[in-house]
């Protein structure tokens, strides 16, 4: 295991590596520190062709995370207000060019700068004590970065309603599965074991066409409908020929799905 000093990195096993959230006794808030190891992380995940899907967890009972950490802070640049730096150029994994899939495994609390792993991850599930909420506006503080890329995910009224109503409402697990947020609610004690599974299940696929789905649909949030489509053409042109050329559809063996 590589050693970090806010998070734990696991590396690649059958294809899934895990990264854990370490500083429980901080509810897992991120610091500068934090940002600049996942850079290193991400980095790491990008040319290690090893790892074909990423877990993303949490240590401790209360929180996934809580956002920045107020007491170290070290975003904000003495320049000015434009100065102020996007911590999801550091954390993202799309925003460093990381094209394995993401799955975010939440329990607990899931608050304000959580969401710069939830905007970016493909697939989130989350434990039945699992709860989200943005407290910028009850601080006096805009919410635009985190609820924006929630845009595509969630409904525009389900947004609107997490970020005006703040510290005041809280989203639990049952409401995040019907309204989009998370795909699967599991109990707590099998949360990490079942984000494994379904990232051993992806990782198991042919790695140019998972990257290049998850790259098209990536993209495509951000476009118009039609431009959207045009722009996935060319992952498929790209990709399906390798595609093909990994798996023989003649002689592939029929999947054990599950009915969800």
Known sequence: MVEFETILFEPATDGVATITLNRPDRLNSFTRRMGEEFETVWRRVRED???????LRAAGDRAFCTGSDQKEGGWRRPGGPFDHEDPSLLLGPKQNRVWRPLICAVSGMAAGGAFYWLNEADLIICSEDATFFDPHVSFGKVAAVEPTGMLGRMAYGE?????LLGNDERICAETALRIGLVSEVTPRKTLWARAHE??????????VAVQGSVRALWEGRSLPA???????LKYAQLGNPIGE????????????WTLR
Request: aromatic share 0%; hydrophobic share 60%; net charge positive.
């Open 198 to 207: 379904l990232a051993a299940l992806i990782a198991a696929k042919p790695t």
């Open 159 to 163: 947004i609107m309603r997490m970020t």
């Open 245 to 256: 050329a990994q798996v023989d559809r003649a002689t592939a063996p029929k999947a054990r």
């Open 226 to 232: 039609a431009l959207a489509v045009q722009n996935a």
């Open 49 to 55: 062709e090893a790892i074909r899907v990423v877990v």
